[in-house]
């Protein structure tokens, strides 16, 4: 092996558990980076063993519980809160909720708020790497992150954020949390096998179903969000991109696939804009502000939201 490309996948190795060992590559650099290909497979693949560990009832509880925890996580904090400031909040609730959804495996806050602004900025241009249209839908919904480019998180729109040391921290050891939550479900699975063998599970089963199968649903559906619902669905507002609100999006993501209300006004920390759009995400929020841990939850004005019959009278 070449001593360059020796040392390129020695530096995409330690960037497994340290970013800022990555190569941060040129921005225009949409080449895989097929190192960090590796542990994207490898949590696929453990799907696979639930032929050896089987199934349990507590097994498929976790997963789900786990699928709806990290959900909540990423499209309230990761996305309503850091991406939008739709709502506000105290800095301890700040860092559990960028705890929880940093053991979803997407990265950390940081790098996940700077690209999803860059996304909004740029949505369904060229310069937009996850636009479907653009570079077409295996590149948007998972090949885009991939990429050299879009390794490093870009940090010019994320200044406020990067304040909080905290926050900085999770973004530098992104696979920490992850890794924590996988040493948490196999201990928890072999004290259930030891106490409570009624429970029918043990460690490598919790893993597998907690970690592996919940993570990879959790990613699908998320990424689903960039490749799919700016291609299929119906599209009520004349946005300047091609953004789509799509129910079944809507039910896997929490409130997600009202994406072409989110492109209209994403301000809002509500993106099921009528009643009849179900946004479980939006409800958790009121929940928390109702207990005094979020506040400032911000609506849709009636202005925006009603606006839908002159905006597509003007697109026709």
């Known amino acids: ?54 199934v349990s009832a507590t097994a498929v509880a976790v997963a ?6 990290r959900m909540f996580a990423i499209t309230a904090f990761y996305h309503r809160y850091f991406s939008h400031n739709a709502f506000r909040t105290g800095r301890v609730a700040q860092f559990v909720f960028a705890l929880l959804g940093a053991s979803a495996a997407q990265r950390g806050p940081l790098w996940w708020a700077s690209h999803h602004r860059h996304h909004h900025v740029h949505a369904d241009e060229h310069e937009d790497s996850h636009s479907a249209l653009r570079h077409g839908l295996w590149r948007s919904h998972v090949g885009w992150f991939m990429s050299r ?13 990067a304040r909080y040391p905290e926050l900085r921290f999770l973004d530098r050891w992104d696979v920490l949390v992850p890794l924590l939550l996988c040493a948490l479900l196999y ?15 043990s460690g490598a089963q919790l893993l597998v179903w907690g970690f592996c199968i919940s993570t990879v649903a959790l990613y699908h559906a998320t990424f689903s969000i960039n490749s799919l619902a700016h291609r ?25 696939g009202w ?6 006004y994403p301000a809002a920390a509500r993106q099921g804009f009528y009643w009849w759009e179900i946004d479980l995400t939006y409800y958790g929020l009121k929940l928390l502000q109702c207990v005094g841990i979020v506040w400032d939850v911000r609506e849709v004005p009636a202005a925006a939201r009603d606006a839908h019959p002159r905006a597509l009278k003007a697109q026709a």
């Open 1 to 54: 092996m070449r001593p360059i490309v020796a040392a390129r996948v020695r530096r995409s190795v330690a960037a497994w558990f340290d970013a800022h060992a990555a190569d941060p590559g040129a921005p225009d650099d949409d080449r895989i980076d097929l190192m960090r290909l590796l542990p994207f497979i490898a949590i696929h693949l453990g799907c696979l063993a639930v032929w050896w560990v089987g």
């Open 64 to 69: 789900v519980a786990l699928y709806a925890l």
């Open 149 to 161: 480019a879009n390794f490093a998180p870009r940090g010019a729109l994320v200044t406020a954020l």
């Open 187 to 201: 201990a928890a699975g072999e004290a259930a096998a030891a106490l409570a063998p009624g429970s029918g599970t």
């Open 232 to 256: 299929y669905g119906a599209r009520r507002y004349a946005t300047r991109d091609a953004s789509r609100n799509n129910l079944w999006l809507a039910l896997l993501t929490f409130g997600e």
């Open 259 to 264: 994406h072409n209300n989110h492109h209209h």
